[in-house]
Structures are given as C-alpha cells and as structure tokens.
C-alpha cells in the first residue's frame, strides 16, 4: 500500500502479557517513529529509527517497552508484562529520512489492557 | 531544547465563519514546524509545513499559517470552516538534524469543534 500500515488495529489483552505491535514504513523511507497516544493526550515520543539504528531511545517509559526494525523497514513495538496503564494508541510514522520532513502516519493500534 | 504550546483546548466555531488555532513554540535555532489534523480513529494528517522559506504557508484544505519570528508564533487559520473541519489539530516543532535530530515535539492539541 501506499501509506503506513499498522497491526493490529485493536489488540486486547490480560495484565501481565507480553504484546507485538507491528509497523510497516511507506517503501523508501528511512525514519520511522513511534508514539503514544493516550485518551485526550496529546503525543508522546517513544523512539525513533534511522535505517535499522535508533538514535533516540529516551522515550521509552520503562525498560518493559522495547523496539526493533529489521532490513530498514518493519519495525515492531514490544511491550513485556502488560500493565493497565499501557492502555493507549500506540501511532507509527515515517518519513524520508529525519532531516524534517513530515511524518507520515498509520492509524495506529488501540491497546485495551485488562 | 524545544517546545511548542497551543494556547486553546477547544475551540468552537460556526460553519462559514473563520478558524484561529494558536500555536506558540520555543527553539533555540530555526526550526521546522508543522501542524497536523486527526480526525477520530486516525492517524494524523499533514495539513502544511515551514521550513525557513516563505512565512505564509499554504496547505491542504484551505488552511494556512504564518510564521512570526518576532512573536514565536505559527497559528493555523482558515478563512471559511466546513463541517469536515471538525477534527483535533496538533501543532508540532522539529529538531536540526545535527542538534535535535528526528526529535519532534507536538503540542497538546487544540481539539475543533464546528457548529452548523
């Protein structure tokens, strides 16, 4: 496709599970980003990729969360033992590479933890 | 160091009449900034974009935003607001690639509400 696409686009699941979110950049694009997005929030930054390298991890909130990105493309969000207030819209964007260019975004994966 | 404020939760306009979204930003060097639109159950939408060329900024949907230096300020303005409009707009302040880079800040949002 041509935009950025996010799975799953709900994921429910138990406290204490572990969970993969799973992003796929538009084609060509070198940066990619990760937020989160809470009820009524605004964004919060998680980290980001330059190629399969992330220079930026000091958004993660715990050591529970941690990403990935293989082959300078799909990345994937892991969350370790769920806890409630990872509730959230977890967002994933692109962009051709980080010298300021727009972002672009999926729609994002709704997390319910239980 | 960087930040941006929107100076309005909510705001609330009728249909044909005109639409201020505030946004103030705070950088120690020339930034890039941006706003985006989201509406409910959806990523966010580059609406437009300055990057130290023109300070009048034309983007999608008849929107449009100013940079002033002077005032540190980038406020979204359309001339008409359509039903469509209604949506949650995000202010957002961007890094240099040698200081900040890759490193963007977004506001809290500024959430628009239109009114037949």
């Known amino acids: 496709g041509a935009g950025v696409s996010q799975s799953p686009s709900n994921k429910v699941t138990e406290k204490g599970k572990d969970v993969e979110l799973r992003c796929d950049p538009i084609?060509?694009?070198?940066?990619l980003y990760w937020y989160r997005q809470s009820l009524g929030q605004g964004l919060e930054f998680l980290i980001y990729?330059?190629?399969?390298?992330?220079?930026?991890k000091s958004g993660l909130p715990s050591d529970r969360f941690s990403a990935e990105r293989t082959g300078g493309s799909v990345s994937t969000l892991t969350i370790q033992r769920t806890q409630q207030e990872d509730s959230a819209v977890y967002l994933c964007?692109?962009?051709?590479?980080?010298?300021?260019?727009?972002?672009?975004f999926g729609d994002g994966t709704r997390l319910s933890i239980l | 160091a960087q930040s941006v404020t929107q100076l309005d939760s909510h705001v609330s306009v009728s249909e044909g009449t005109p639409v201020l979204l505030r946004c103030n930003y705070s950088?120690?060097?020339?930034?890039?900034l941006f706003w985006y639109v989201q509406h409910p159950n959806k990523g966010l939408q580059l609406l437009l974009k300055?990057?130290?060329?023109?300070?009048l900024v034309k983007g999608i949907n008849g929107f449009e935003a100013e940079f002033k230096k002077s005032e540190t300020s980038f406020h979204l303005t359309k001339p008409s607001a359509h039903m469509s409009d209604a949506a949650e707009y995000f202010c957002?302040?961007?890094?240099?690639?040698?200081?900040?880079?890759?490193?963007?800040?977004f506001g809290d949002g500024t959430t628009l509400t239109v009114k037949p």
């Open positions: 300055y990057t130290s060329a023109a300070t």
């Open positions: 990729f330059q190629g399969n390298s992330a220079p930026d």
């Open positions: 957002v302040v961007s890094g240099r690639l040698d200081t900040n880079a890759g490193k963007s800040t």
């Open positions: 964007a692109s962009s051709l590479d980080s010298t300021n260019q727009p972002q672009h």
């Open positions: 950088s120690s060097y020339s930034p890039s």
């Open positions: 084609s060509g694009h070198t940066a």
